[in-house]
């Protein structure tokens, strides 16, 4: 399996007591931790398991989509 970099978005969560961590082009791809480093290494798992799932049901595997900010910024500094 190809090793796809995805973005991950982390947020505090008053409600759960902890942090809710999000694979946004990875629909439903979310995990949960204690600390915001927990839920870090939770998102990581389940990208894996993720992808590891949709290729074992034959489903299209989304590209992860570069930011533009991000690609500006890295063009400028090669």
Same mark, same amino acid.
């Given at each position: 399996?190809?090793?796809?970099?995805?973005?991950?978005?982390?947020?505090?969560?008053? *409600?759960?007591?902890?942090? /809710?961590?999000? %694979?946004?082009? #990875?629909?439903?791809?979310? +995990?949960?931790? =204690?600390?915001? @480093? *927990?839920?870090?290494?939770? /998102?990581?798992? %389940?990208?894996? #398991?993720?992808?590891?799932? +949709?290729?074992? =049901?034959?489903? @299209?595997?989304?590209?992860?989509?570069?930011?533009?900010?991000?690609?500006?910024?890295?063009?400028?500094?090669?």
């Amino acid at each position: 399996m190809e090793n796809y970099k995805y973005s991950i978005e982390i947020f505090h969560s008053q *409600e759960d007591e902890g942090y /809710i961590a999000l %694979a946004p082009e #990875l629909p439903g791809c979310s +995990a949960f931790g =204690e600390t915001e @480093e *927990e839920a870090l290494k939770e /998102i990581k798992i %389940a990208i894996d #398991l993720w992808l590891e799932i +949709a290729k074992k =049901e034959g489903r @299209e595997i989304p590209r992860p989509v570069e930011k533009e900010l991000l690609k500006a910024f890295m063009d400028r500094l090669r």
